[in-house]
């Protein structure tokens, strides 16, 4: 028994194939290319993102030699893709969910007063974010847009439903995805026409949206498809977080989950009834078998990347690892705090003109402590989320259970810890997203009942608050006062 997960992210595609206990038989990844064409801007190339998902989906496939039951889709989220559906070929890069460019149509639907509407309807606040106003920014601004979409031709979807439409010709997506555009009414579950007329955006543009459980088809014979994947069917579709969130097993109400990648989600379990908050959005986090659980979600859109900007920018590390032995090496950040905001602040802050910053730096000030100021300030953004959550929805929250590629940092998860005074639970697979395609997949192969996964998840490591709790408090209030810098920095009119 086996089943492949195709996992695209944000900075890379990969495909993982996973056996019958869920455990990891090979894996493949690989690196797609960043393209920021102006300031604030974030693209990728969806033949790249195509091109690599196949090919760590075939290396894996041959690799292990075997029959593949079932497959699992998981992709960055609110991504958006348009093509010709006649010809396949994408009219423009892909816009990234990081990517600011639509802020000014964001802006525009506030001033028209359709913000309590959207909310109401979407769970979502208006941000540019969201993939609804990445769509109207392509419309208005790429010519073929409106001539496709005039002649019938043009195809919308977020990355999950360009890989499907690739691999099967379906014109499908899921409710986690469909959850996240900004469009999608997460209570009736379907496409809100009034929106879409505001954004003056063609329904038929939109893909179909189906259960995350569901046969989206089976793979077809193309151009681009590997011979070894053709008739090979997929069972499953979801959002990389809601992937995770499954992954991870976060199936009880109160359940909680932050996924440290390229940015920080944290999700929360709100069970079968739709819970609306100020700060945080609300969104479908599955719908197995015609029954619609929801989650209330916080993000922070820089987090692992300011990792990356470490090496590839500023050239301080070599590689990720790197900036973990730095940060070891000092007993604390020397009173450095990092802001991550290079597009803006997600929950609770949501200021799309927030921009990042380096605070209290001394001439004394050396690569160590700032390493250590980059992985404390993830870990500070992830305590704002668990603690709006905990506000807004007037809980407690004793475990936090943790994934993704920066988690495997011990000195970042202990000062998680320590700030939040919970238990940080990391499992021994953080491979959850790719994971939760696969149990969504092998549910509806019939491979496994909801009871057996539910047994299936380990904890690698707990860690437990071991500072001072008054330090705690100190050091984020001092957070704090950072990030009001920052948005006091961002409200002047040259920065926007
Ligand atoms: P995504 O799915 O968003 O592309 P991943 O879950 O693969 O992201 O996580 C990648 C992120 O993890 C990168 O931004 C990288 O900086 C970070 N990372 C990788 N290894 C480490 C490490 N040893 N310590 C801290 N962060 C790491």
Redesign the pocket.
């Known amino acids: 028994m086996a089943i492949l997960a195709l996992?695209q992210?944000?900075?890379?595609s990969?495909a993982l194939i996973f056996d019958n206990d869920g455990n990891i038989v090979c894996q493949r990844s690989k690196s797609i290319t960043q393209y920021y064409p102006s300031l604030g801007f974030v693209e990728h190339d969806p033949l790249e993102i195509l091109d690599t998902e196949l090919l760590c989906a075939a290396e894996c496939v041959k690799e292990y030699g075997e029959k593949i039951d079932a497959v699992g889709i998981t992709n960055?989220r609110e991504t958006v893709i348009a093509w010709d559906k006649d010809t396949g070929t994408p009219i423009y890069n892909a816009i990234v969910w990081q990517c600011r460019r639509s802020a000014g149509i964001c802006e525009e639907l506030i001033s028209g007063g359709h913000e309590d509407y959207i909310h109401k309807t979407t769970g979502l606040g208006v941000d540019a974010y969201f993939s609804g106003t990445k769509m109207k920014w392509i419309l208005d601004n790429v010519p073929k847009a409106q001539e496709l979409a005039n002649e019938g031709r043009l195809l919308f979807g977020t990355v999950d439903c360009w890989l499907i439409w690739n691999l099967t010709k379906n014109h499908y997506t899921d409710v986690t995805n469909a959850s996240r555009t900004m469009l999608f009414d997460i209570q009736k579950l379907k496409w809100d026409k009034k929106i879409c007329d505001i954004l003056k955006l063609p329904m038929s543009s939109l893909p179909q949206v189906k259960d995350n459980c569901f046969d989206f088809g089976e793979i077809r014979k193309g151009e681009r498809i590997p011979d070894c994947l053709v008739g090979l069917r997929i069972c499953a579709s979801v959002g990389?977080q809601q992937g995770a969130m499954f992954g991870q097993q976060c199936t009880n109400i109160g359940d909680v989950k932050n996924?440290?990648?390229?940015?920080c989600f944290t999700l929360m379990n709100i069970g079968e009834k739709i819970r609306l908050a100020n700060k945080l959005v609300t969104t479908i986090a599955w719908r197995i078998k015609g029954k619609t659980v929801y989650a209330a979600e916080g993000s922070v859109f820089n987090?692992?990347?300011s990792?990356?900007w470490l090496?590839d920018e500023l050239k301080m590390i070599n590689?990720?690892?790197e900036?973990?032995i730095y940060a070891e090496r000092v007993p604390d950040s020397g009173g450095v705090v990092f802001v991550s905001a290079f597009t803006g602040l997600g929950a609770p802050y949501w200021d799309m003109y927030a921009r990042g910053a380096l605070l209290g730096a001394t001439r004394g000030t050396k690569r160590e402590h700032i390493c250590r100021a980059v992985?404390e300030g993830i870990a500070f953004q992830v305590a704002d989320l668990v603690n709006t959550i905990k506000t807004e929805f007037d809980c407690d929250i004793s475990r936090l259970m943790v994934d993704?590629?920066?988690c495997?940092?011990d000195i970042?998860m202990q000062f998680q810890a320590d700030i939040l005074r919970c238990a940080v639970d990391r499992p021994r697979c953080v491979e959850s997203?790719a994971l939760g395609a696969a149990y969504l997949a092998g549910l509806q192969a019939g491979i496994w009942t909801p009871d057996e996964i539910s047994k299936k998840r380990v904890s690698e490591k707990v860690f437990e608050a071991s500072m001072l709790e008054r330090k705690a408090e100190e050091l984020y209030k001092r957070w704090k006062r950072a990030v009001g810098a920052v948005s006091y920095f961002s409200n002047c009119e040259l920065n926007k």
């Open positions: 996992d992210g944000t900075t890379s990969r960055q990389d996924t440290y990648g390229t940015g987090a692992g990347s990792i990356q090496r590689t990720a690892k900036c973990d992985l993704g590629g920066a495997v940092s970042m997203t």
